[in-house]
């Protein structure tokens, strides 16, 4: 009796899989077998032209390979044109790899290379052969030169790999509660997709395994497992093994196949989902909605799927910056004509003579000329600006925490690290070329630096007053473009040293290569984009020296000063013109403009005769062959991190910077959508847990960020000398007098021997005492020229608020981690309820299965209704 | 043919047991299946006294549960003394609930609470029986007033349980390598457990499933699970759901029936392990040695072995800061005599008179007396401090990352977070209360220093020259120690009402409430025993006023000073005093004296003359009822971390910590050896990945730890006053003139009056200017007694050094983060060997299986010799 019942437990389902296969290896022999199989697995013979099957049209294919057959007339009779079909037969299958070499030493010595790439493609097949993968080889048929290798995965093989793979599978329905309210609300912000209407009910998942296939509804196999899944479990493990264990360790990180996925849309199916995907998705007209991401990551698998999500949430995460951000712009508007200090600079009785600021050719000029900066400065430097500041540091953690936080809900422990210690020389070799890069990188920064102070002499040279008082704009302005430019060319050029030096290194895994190229990319594209910000936050205007003592660079040129209200203005600029510069170029030259330019150039290679008449005729596979292939998601990934670098680091400087990311980001969605809709080929589905290393990324400047923005207040900004001089100097507690107290007064006699200005009656009155901006000690005091205890009450103070803040964002950043779980509340609940479920679900069989082993009774209550295949 | 094979493939043993119990379940019924049973499982009947089984010699105890019984001539029969064997037999099993409000309603009020009592003991025990475990009483048999609760665990009900909790059970042997060398040289400091004699092979562990059992070695069903298995597997799952199910979530936290398991060795392999356990760990004289981390993890289960593991390491850890906290200490002693600060202050020619230390009685005094305190002061003052803290912050990050990183082994998520949404009234209170007691230690701390000025006062007003001379030292000592005997006190008192803070909460889960009272405890204790350190460290001295402009408190007490060269020395007196006493006292005290001050009580409540007799007839578990209740590990790892602040918070005023703390440790270690071996029950196996919320603490204790030690090195030390006056100041660049330069001048007609000292002319002549440890203007400038020029740039220089101290730590702890991986490489090349095997034996029983599907073979090669157990 009990016999009967075992028969009951066991999965059945594999013993009928194996007995069709082992009948399946010989379809020739036995069509009805094969007819047999065919309408078990709900599917009826398909007509061999349809596209994805094999010839015989009843083994779907999961993956396609090309290769390039450049002798198309080859002697070998092998390698004919007609299709070739591998089936599983590992112990008839002689190999190919003995009778080579003599075959191969007859021909040319131009044959040399394509027959050693034969050979490794031959072994290649034939691993995939001992992993139960079944092939049909297609050359040159239609577009001459290309070969294709059509892989079909059998119901076996993709059993066993999903049970390796722990892949999750669905098992029964559940209801779930949706808040029909927040349904309706968000309705219009829904991409029409038909998935997400009414989702109330869901599978629960569970990891895939052959002994517990009475879980899963395998009714009909075809579509149990997807065409991701498929070309996914096709892809990954036999591939990595195929590559991997003949080659030794040595060609991993380059695969000789080449093999370019061209699946995109394989079936009906997902044909219907890439119509869907171009209307909802891929479209700037549904710029406000939300991206289908169930359906993004159904086509294109988990890592591209990924990577949407978290570019959607992270925009999504902008808006609030970006409202607050122009909240405290507009503050700045209207508080201008309440901000004493520059009301006191552009205030004419404050009769100022400030010293000239450059040798000889300069003169003395009025403070109230500078009016208009000071105004404008205030908009970036006032008090809300700190405010900003620290808004953005913890809208930073919470970024990280809430929504960035795809790499804690797995359970995988992080190892994104990268060690040193595996190869000490070629890591010194590569240590010493990044320094070198950098030392690149800070030349090039003095380079516009000495563009700027020389043209700014050149300018001051000519004598039109109209013109000059335009000089510090233009000149600002053009260096900012200067450097934009240097910038987005070396940053092509840093790209591609990376690439090299990661090359040089031999990284033992594609995973490894994939952390160190990124590593080193963004250590070099960083430094190259930041390096003339860090420049104008924090040195331009410090090292100066002071009149009659000024420090001089390359023989004559003194050192750029800043304008009177400090350097904040510049770098407000400096980071507007790099953001929007680099977005837009980067944006609209690279990425629409370069691919279109290499489909182009792909498609000119056929004859231009043939091909309307092959677009007709072409399978989608051969269409496809003409697309871009994918390169992987980093270069959108490092553009983004970059964008974050702009948007977080000097946020104190510049409060608009999250404005132009969320609408640069807005674009930036769809035209990658399109992108990857049309211009490229379908990647491989990659199983993706997190965004990897760079969440590890993102984290660091986070830290960075903390300790930049602390310093850009305290350094860059003049908010904390007006607090000390509100609280320790000035006489009515208010800001008056606070633009004469920054001002120190040197005696013009003290100038150096031809360094004082020629035309010095410019202003028309003898000039005896000028006003610098420093604190030292005046001309007529027992220590002239010194650091006036200001000076140190000052530095003090601005050192005290740098740690002040440091320790107080740390403080609150780690506060709101502990504030917010790292699994949100309702995401907790229904893993936990989903486990109860499970468990209980495999509870009732436990008690199934004893009550009709203690009582006897036939009639077991099954769970889910069974196909009855057994029959 | 293939269902012959089905049979094959599929672990009959399932089968087997089904059939075997559902016999079981009417043994008296069928004694010859009993008997089948017995001896299939290699188990010959016991006899009934023998004491590990139940009355019918067969099942064995796993789990023994005691309660109260308060009148054991109870009326009700059901309670009866005899043994009452459960079954499992569900459907059978009347619901006792329904009887008993009847009979208690009969029943008089007093006995209401046992009815009580016993109502929920049955519901209890209905749950367990339909957990599937068996059940025996024995009720007041020689123990008056003790009932126990036996329970065992079906061979069905363990796999299943086992399934659930993904156990890891070994499957077959595999070979490692053994470095040779290193276990030669290692050989005297390994216990003699012989378990690691030569460990060159080792069990691949799979998570146990029942249909994968053909991996087992099942051959002897009895030890397959371990008696530590078995009894964490009734105690887990089974227990919780029996308790939370039926009280709905009011009653998780305080378990009704108080089960203290007793099972200290039910069976003969765990007494013999006891003995090792107590020859070769709880033992002094071993102190050298490894302890026997498997045989303690085998013994107590994983979470307490993962305690002894972490101290272990963590002890090793600071033998090597131990060291360097040696070297410096020494360093400090050799140099002592080249050290020109106190050679200057112990010089007599530098004749310089300073201020009275206190009003009125106080008078003059020569610099020249306080030399001692100047040069003990240097021997924790000197430049190898900040290298010392440096090492120390760099250590605290290995310590954490290599030895503590007990957690990242694992693949959990950390969820050891404590969020504050649930409650906010209770939170509110409880915030209030916190910040009460915060209040509480503060306002004992500054009853301290108020004691500290009075006396200080007082035994100035005696005369007696001798006597003044050690009044400082004396004063200094009394105040420690009163400090130290407060914080005992009040250690325990936090104690009790942060249990009582947590009880009120009433968190959802154990693992909440553990949490909750650990974090409570922790920041209650932590503030106990920090406070006065933190006030010598930082407060101390600072916030006198100056002379003529002292700040008094409560009237007429003047704040205290620190002596001339800074609050260091008195720091280090206190740290020293704290640690040691509270480690001495709070070990002897506590941990010996209480625990054995029980258990004589315990044992007094049975009759002296029968407690012989009962010695020698009592079973281990009921001699076992006398041992003290294992309260868990929480106390043992807050004295330990209230260590691990000592020794890293101030390491820069206290370099010898590292040392003390070890001294204790290896005490510490032998000490709770014997406590776990001797004096209490055996704890329940609670698995456990990591150290949970103790890693989270000591994580955040480490960063608190750099910002301090930074505060310390700048503000406490007079380090960077030195540096500023060597590099700014100094004439020749040497540290001559350093103590005149930080001495400022104040001109005795300005003292208030008043508070002029009464004995002017105590030093023999008048003083017309004395000077006194500050930065200020002397009173002949034009801003008399203001802070000078030198005050705001050493305040600057200290506040730069504590941004860049704590920055290139930080940035240090991230480079050695990156540099030392997670998991060791052998440990991760391991951990992807025996995937690796696993992947390859799965792949050869594919194969072998497919074989014989295709071929027909019908001798199958089996991976290992199953018993042929389904004859």
Known sequence: MWRNEKYETVPLDVK??????????????????????AQQGNERPKDPKLWPYFQDGLRRIDYVLTYHVQKPQSTRKQSAKSCLCFKFRREQSSPPVHEDPELAAQEQRLDYHEDDQRLRREEFEENLREMGLEMEREEGNKIPGVGFLKIHAPWEVLCREAEFMKLKMPTFKVFVLVNMFVQKVTATLQPKVGENRVENEKY????????KQHLFDLSDRNSFFDSKTRSSIVSTNPFRKAFCLPSQGQFKTKCHLSPDLITKGPDVILILSLQILCEEWASYSIFYKYQPIGLIRKYFGEKVGLYFAWLGVYTQMLIPAAIVGVIVFLYGCVTVEDNIPSMEVCDERNNITMCPICDRVCSYWKLVTACGTARASH??????????????????ICALILHFCFNSLHTHPQNVKLTCRDRMPAYMTIIVMMVFLICVTLAIVFGVVLYRVSIMTALHMSSTPSFRTNIRATVKTTAAIINLIIIIIMDEVYGAIARWLTIMEVPKTDKSFEERLIFKTFILKFANAFTPIVYLAFFRGRIIGRPGKYIYVMGSYRMEECAHAGCLMELCIQLCITMLGKQLIQNNLFEIGVPKLKKMLRQRKIDKKHQEELDKTLHRHEKDHFLGPFVGLNPEYMEMIIQFGMVTLFVASFPLAPLFALLNNIIEIRLDAKKFVTELRRPIAVRAKDIGIWYTLLRGLSKVAVIVNAFVISFTSDFI??????????PDGTLHGFVNHTLSYFN?????????????????????????KDYRDPPWSDTPYEFSRQFWAILAARLAFVIVFQNVVMLMSDFVDWLIPDIPKDISIQIHNERNLIVELFMKQEQGKKYRNTIGDPSPQPLRSRPSSQA
């Open 16 to 37: 009928g899989i194996d007995e069709d296969n082992s009948k399946g290896t010989t379809d020739s022999l036995y069509p009805q077998a094969a007819l047999r199989k």
């Open 204 to 211: 629960l998942s569970y990891p895939f395994s052959r002994e």
């Open 379 to 396: 908009l970036f430097d006032n008090a809300a600006t700190v405010f900003f500041a620290i808004f953005m540091a913890l809208w930073e």
């Open 721 to 730: 000398p007006r607090l000390v001089y509100q609280y320790m100097y000035s």
């Open 748 to 772: 013009v006699s003290h100038f150096q021997p031809g360094t004082e200005p020629t035309e010095s009656m410019h202003l028309g009155y003898k000039v005896e005492v000028c006003r610098y």
